[in-house]
């Protein structure tokens, strides 16, 4: 109970700094906003099948975007002070949770746009809905622990899209999968096997990435 | 370990070994083209059937069946022989199939006194426009296959569509065997790493991921030109070649974030907790995920494993000294890597000094 009043401060604690500075929201929005106007203005007909990966592939640059801010905005005293007073567990938690958070709520974002400028292709909003809570939640996992990696390599950039994105394709493959499931595009007849496998690659890279974190956060 | 040689001569044997025998073992004879592939029951039929290391000279030596299923058997009423390794077969199909459906697929048997029988799985398609099954039955059961030669020599299967590039087993598939083998060390010397946080470890887990690397690309390269063979192209989009293709990419960032990083410690720490992260990734990636698509490469979900139907006794005494092998030498070239690694260490040091 301890543990979860602290996580939850955490999460409190990021949302507080991102709303004070609301550039970072605006900006994310916004970029949504410019990659779905171009889509919409490149394809003259958008197909089932290039609405789907279209949607993919917009939100996974969106949310590299997102995440790739998690820990760059720590300056190393304000990383000292962190360090002193809380468990890294918490840390990482909080992390993953809030960008699982921000991810989700980005990904809703960019589907009322998408649909809003042509049309939803999916059969059941429920089930396209717990496909996006499945991914998002990956793909928080992975980028919050590649953000965590670059940072204790120097902040670079460039090494979060370079190591975050091959980690990041079974998970969004199997959500193209079943994103393409939901269009009617093709039956599929492992929907169960695709969603636990999608939860038990997202649990097994959260279990590593707690266990590493704690490793890295004392550097 | 590290400074002893056996293991490095068990290995250099072996993989000479794996040369030696793996490339001059001939193969068996077998069928290399058979035309047309479909008839109709109640016809005379005639076949060209061209095969492979096949030394043909007298007709009444030859024997050849159509089978169907494991009960049915139907003996050719003439064989021509055209040239060493080129007969005209006649077969009178009875007026019925052994069997209700519209088609029923045989396979071929061509047996040769001095030489090992042959198998031609799924030959011909023979279709019928009623049926009357006894009768089919009776006439499908005037002859047996018996009396097969078999052929002791030490030879490999012959297997139709791969044939002799059948031979790339001891090499693509070793090597990716070796591969994994190289990245499970490198893994643990990554453990090792975090936990005691010596640079020495470090050294040994990326040498060994390094040189895993490489092996993955060798791997790569010998199963693309066995596509090339097989499937008429170097690389076809398929779930297990893409699978692997992915896992090399992160690698190959493995590879980026430790040219990227120059502080040592950092490098080392950043580099094992990615190679640990990395390789949970990859477990899905390669071996379960493809395993749930169909595939146009051999193990689960699509073509049959080379497991108990192709890969007979003689290919397997090349196969696992192959794997022994190829995995020896991959450790001798990262013992190579991080002996010079450590050297270099300590004459950076000294020169510092």
């Known amino acids: 109970m301890q543990d979860l009043i602290k996580i939850w401060s955490l999460v409190k604690k990021d949302l507080t700094v991102d709303l004070r500075e609301i550039y970072a929201f605006a900006s994310v929005f916004l970029f949504v906003l410019t990659c779905v106007f171009i889509v919409f203005k490149a394809f003259d007909q958008i197909s089932l099948q290039i609405w789907v990966v279209t949607y993919w592939i917009i939100l996974i640059f969106v949310s590299i975007n997102a995440v790739l801010k998690s820990f760059k905005d720590e300056s190393s005293s304000s990383r000292m002070y962190f360090y002193s007073i809380l468990n890294p567990l918490h840390v990482i938690v909080a992390k993953i949770i809030y ?15 998408l649909v809003f400028f042509s049309f939803n292709p999916f059969e059941s909003i429920g089930q396209f809905l717990l496909i996006l809570l499945c991914a998002s939640f990956g793909f928080s996992v992975v980028f919050t622990f590649v953000s965590a990696l670059s940072q204790s ?3 670079n950039s460039t090494l979060l899209s370079i190591l975050g994105m091959p980690l990041i394709i079974p998970i969004l493959l199997l959500s193209i999968k079943l994103s393409f499931a939901n269009t009617a595009m093709l039956d599929d007849t492992s929907l169960v096997t ?9 649990l097994l890279l959260t279990g590593i990435c707690m266990l590493l974190f704690s490793i890295l956060w004392k550097a | ?14 993989i000479i070994y794996v040369i030696i025998v793996g490339l001059l073992t001939p193969m068996k004879p077998g069928v290399y083209e058979f035309t ?22 007298d007709s009444s030596q030859l024997r050849a069946w159509l089978k169907i299923d494991t009960s049915y058997a139907l003996l050719s009423s003439t064989i021509e022989i055209q040239e060493v390794n080129k007969l005209k077969v006649t077969f009178d199909i009875p007026n019925y199939n052994p069997s209700t459906s519209d088609v029923v697929i045989a396979d071929l048997v061509i047996d040769e006194k001095d030489e090992h029988f042959m198998v031609l799985p799924q030959a011909l398609y023979i279709t019928q426009d009623s049926s009357q099954v006894d009768e089919g039955a009776l006439a499908w059961s005037l002859s047996n296959i018996e009396n097969l030669s078999e052929n002791t020599d030490f030879t490999f299967p012959f297997r139709w569509i791969t044939e002799e590039s059948m031979r790339n087993l001891f090499f693509h598939v070793s090597i990716w065997f070796a591969m994994f083998i190289l990245l499970i060390i490198g893994i643990i010397y990554a453990i090792k790493y975090l936990l005691s946080k010596d640079l020495k470890w470090d050294i040994y887990s990326s040498s060994l991921t390094h040189v895993a690397i490489v092996f993955g690309i060798i791997g790569m390269l010998t199963g693309s030109f066995w596509a090339k063979f097989a499937w008429g192209q170097f ?5 297990k070649l893409n699978m692997s293709a992915v896992a090399l990419l992160i690698y190959l960032a493995y590879w980026v974030l430790r040219v990227s990083i120059t502080d040592q410690d950092v490098r080392a720490r950043v580099s094992a907790a990615y ?3 990395a390789f949970a990734a990859l477990i899905p990636l390669v071996f379960v995920l493809p395993r749930m698509m169909d595939s146009m490469h051999p193990g689960n979900g699509g073509n049959p494993a080379f497991g108990k139907d192709d890969l007979d006794n003689t290919m397997r005494m090349v196969f696992y000294p192959a794997i022994i092998g190829f995995t020896l030498l991959g450790l001798w070239i990262s013992s190579l890597y991080i002996r010079f690694q ?3 260490e300590s004459y950076m040091i000294k020169r510092s000094n």
């Open chain 2, 36 to 57: 047309p592939i479909n008839t109709k029951a109640g016809k005379s039929f005639t076949a060209d059937i061209i095969t492979y290391n096949t030394h043909y000279k």
């Open chain 1, 99 to 113: 960008n699982f958070i921000f991810v989700y709520t980005l990904s809703l974002i960019l589907w009322i746009i």
């Open chain 2, 235 to 239: 690389w076809i989009n398929d779930p």
């Open chain 2, 342 to 344: 450590l050297l270099w």
């Open chain 1, 153 to 155: 390599g120097g902040n």
């Open chain 1, 194 to 202: 695709d969603f636990s496998l999608l939860v038990g690659i997202n």
């Open chain 2, 275 to 277: 190679s640990l992260f």
């Open chain 2, 1 to 14: 370990m590290i400074r002893q040689s056996w293991w490095k001569y068990l290995g250099a044997l072996l």
